[in-house]
């Protein structure tokens, strides 16, 4: 199995609610991130965990909060989010951080609206 | 200041062409780069990775150079078809424990 799943694919949010971004990979990668991508941008990495431990945080604001419940599962939980964080998040996983081996394989995304 | 830019927004050319795509940076020393494909809505896809030491690498009608005098890289699509079409994005590794550093981004436009 090479695939990173998210889920949902989809996502529409009011200013005060909470809800979280999952993903899931069975790789046995030891890595895995958050990226923020906007429209015809880029990718932005949020956060990095290795070996279930927050190695990476690009300084994101406290509204967004990274858990690594285990090797395998990646969640992003969201409260009182702004129109400006509406965007596409993206989950990666690679085999390690930090290495040459760093390839990093993508999930399709959660598009994600804030109202 | 750090920069890592690719040398066009979008690139268009005829089936069948080679297509070229440029990344340059400035302060950085990777010790490796990347290309990866991004469809229109969907993650990127890894294509190629190059490390510092390696002048060239190929896979099937794909070739990347890597150029550490020049802080540059090249990517070549040979004998190019229209489901090349597609964001490419060049990205580097910082040094820091994972974190790669994307490129802005090339829209390649294959026409028949």
């Known amino acids: 199995d090479t695939e990173v799943t998210q889920t949902p694919k989809h996502l529409v949010m009011g200013m005060t609610n909470k809800k979280s971004l999952k993903c899931e990979q069975h790789m046995g990668h030891r890595a895995m991130y958050w990226y923020k991508q906007k429209a015809k941008k880029p990718p932005e990495l949020m956060f990095v965990y290795s070996y279930e431990k927050l190695s990476i945080n690009e300084s994101v604001p406290s509204r967004f909060s990274p858990e690594c419940p285990n090797s395998s599962l990646l969640n992003l939980h969201l409260h009182a989010l702004q129109p400006e964080d509406s965007a596409l998040y993206l989950c990666?996983?690679?085999?390690?951080?930090?290495?040459?081996?760093?390839?990093?394989?993508f999930g399709p995304g959660t598009r994600l609206t804030v109202l | 200041s750090q920069k890592i830019e690719q040398n066009s927004e979008a690139l268009n050319i005829q089936e069948g062409k080679t297509a070229t795509l440029t990344c340059n940076y400035t302060?950085?020393?990777?010790?490796?780069l990347q290309w990866y494909r991004q469809d229109p809505g969907r993650g990127p896809v890894f294509l190629l990775l190059?490390?510092?030491?390696?002048k060239e690498k190929r896979k099937e009608r794909l070739k990347v150079t890597f150029d550490t005098t020049l802080k540059q890289s090249l990517f070549h699509i040979t004998a190019s078809q229209p489901a090349d079409s597609a964001t490419y994005l060049c990205a580097l590794d910082d040094n820091q424990g994972g974190k790669l550093i994307f490129g802005q981004g090339t829209e390649l436009s294959v026409k028949p």
């Open positions: 302060n950085y020393s990777p010790a490796y």
């Open positions: 990666a996983s690679s085999q390690l951080a930090g290495s040459s081996y760093n390839e990093q394989f």
């Open positions: 190059i490390r510092e030491n390696e």
